[in-house]
């Protein structure tokens, strides 16, 4: 099985195709209703009536990015958790935590593209403002020093999107890294990521050479098995589908999103 180049996919993704069944050309104003226009009204300040402008205008002169919405599915965690958003994108996570009355100082987002925290920068309106840590990360990267000082000090991760990008073998050595990093006892894997209701290797989209690997509840399950049944450690894996709607991804007949939560025992 091949293994994702990550350099490739990063030169790749500037000059990628727009025929891909999640791209938008603009947001549907469905998709900026509840938490998201809570977030850019009241964190923000953005006028209501100038919300959709707004976003549209980061949105067609970076035509190469999405927005995502925070998730309904975070918990509420102390204000003291240490956090980190892994493939955190324009950082609209750590954003909602923030304006939930997590501590700023606590969070932390990573990601393969530094320019999409300034898109968030741009989005969010709070350049000067944010106190949480973003940097740039290369998973495999076994030397990256930002990544290194959050070993066995984080709390929560939360991989939305993140995983699905990967085959099997990649995946398996993922969670091996994320596993070897929560080293507290009771830490959290959280995430959701693109999958079928049968899970098989795929094509990925950016470059045909690569493939990843789309699950279902109980493929994720033997996968996240191997990659922790060499560390002496225990976890509980809660794992579900939900069917994807239409309006997320053309041609969603048979996919689904695989939602995970891992707790440390």
Not at 119 to 127: A, I, P, R, S, T
Not at 174 to 200: D, F
């Amino acid at each position: 099985m091949a293994n994702m180049n990550n350099s490739d996919i990063e030169a790749k993704i500037g000059e990628r195709s727009t025929n891909l069944p999640w791209y938008q050309v603009t947001i549907p104003s469905t998709k900026l209703d509840g938490a998201i226009r809570e977030l850019l009204e009241d964190y923000a300040g953005i006028p209501p009536s100038e919300v959709e402008p707004h976003v549209q205008n980061i949105g067609i002169s970076n035509s190469s990015t999405s927005l995502s919405h925070p998730s309904h599915t975070i918990l509420s965690f102390s204000r003291g958790t240490k956090f980190l958003d892994l493939g955190c994108c324009f950082g609209q996570i750590i954003r909602r935590l923030v304006y939930d009355g997590a501590l700023p100082e606590n969070l932390y987002g990573c990601d393969l593209r530094t320019e999409f925290f300034e898109l968030g920068y741009d989005l969010f309106k709070d350049k000067d403002n944010l106190k949480s840590t973003l940097f740039k990360a290369d998973i495999f990267d076994e030397d990256n020093a930002d990544m290194k000082r959050l070993e066995g000090d984080v709390d929560v991760i939360y991989a939305r999107s993140f995983l699905h990008m990967y085959g099997w073998d990649d995946q398996v050595k993922i969670c091996k890294i994320l596993a070897s990093t929560m080293k507290k006892e009771g830490s959290v894997l959280m995430g959701r990521q693109g999958g079928g209701k049968v899970a098989k290797e795929v094509t990925f989209p950016l470059n045909e050479e690569n493939k990843m690997f789309v699950h279902n509840a109980e493929s994720f399950r033997k996968m996240w098995e191997e990659a922790i049944e060499t560390t002496g450690t225990r976890w509980k894996v809660e794992c579900e589908e939900v069917q994807l709607r239409s309006d997320d991804w053309k041609g969603a007949e048979g996919m689904v999103w695989v939602q995970f939560i891992i707790f440390r025992e």
